[in-house]
T-cell receptor
């Protein structure tokens, strides 16, 4: 199992550009989520999904869109990048079947810089 | 979800036992306590989870008193590789809650 994979690892954008951060998991997990982590801070939830076709907003959803067309993939779209979106982005997944929802599996992260 | 409070940072020498305490005064009856570890430039990694009393695995021990208003993560004989940020989370199992809050965590620095 590859676990949770994210691409790209690094990205530099100019203000106003759009892009999609990719996230995929091969563990057949129902739950997937996106977090951002700013320097010296904890993780803040952007969007999450409890299954294909179902998404919802987290703590900081503005400026981001998500969709979940398959169980495996959960891309995060930046509509019009702003310097305030410079951060490290983590994707995570979890299974409801284990009865231990709190155990999330995280990807390696995407480091995004917006100039 | 229950709010948690933990120290911002801790220092320890190699070989010592480290105890990191997390306060969660408003923990609910069905909430579990979970700890994650995050190394620099990596995503968080699950370490241990418990409901009451004591849980031990190959990495750490988790002590939870009877009132469950706090918990202590214990790392035996730390090494330099244990330098990381440790997060305490409290929430229900299963699909009871879809959002987890990672605070700033406790930054543990292990000194040679």
């Amino acid at each position: 199992n590859a676990g949770v994979t994210q691409t790209p690892k690094f990205q530099v954008l100019k203000t106003g550009q759009s892009m999609t951060l990719q996230c995929a998991q091969d563990m057949n997990h129902e739950y997937m989520s996106w977090y951002r982590q700013d320097p010296g801070m904890g993780l803040r939830l952007i969007h999450y999904s409890v299954g294909a076709g179902i998404t919802d907003q987290g703590e900081v959803p503005n400026g981001y869109n998500v969709s979940r067309s398959t169980t495996e993939d959960f891309p995060l779209r930046l509509l019009s990048a702003a310097p305030s979106q410079t951060s490290v982005y983590f994707c995570a997944s979890s299974s409801f079947r284990t009865g231990s929802f709190n155990e999330q599996f995280f990807g390696p992260g995407t480091r995004l810089t917006v100039l | 979800l229950a709010k948690t409070t933990q120290p911002i940072s801790m220092d320890s020498y190699e070989g010592q036992e480290v105890n990191i305490t997390c306060s969660h005064n408003n923990i609910a009856t069905n909430d579990y306590i979970t700890w994650y570890q995050q190394f620099p430039s990596q995503g968080p990694r699950f370490i241990i989870q418990g409901y009451k009393t004591k849980v031990t695995n190959e990495v750490a021990s988790l002590f939870i008193p009877a009132d469950r208003k706090s918990s202590t993560l214990s790392l035996p004989r730390v090494s330099l590789s244990d330098t990381a940020v440790y997060y305490c989370l409290v929430g229900p199992p299963g699909a009871g809650s879809y959002q987890l809050t990672f605070g700033k965590g406790t930054k543990l620095s292990v000194i040679p």
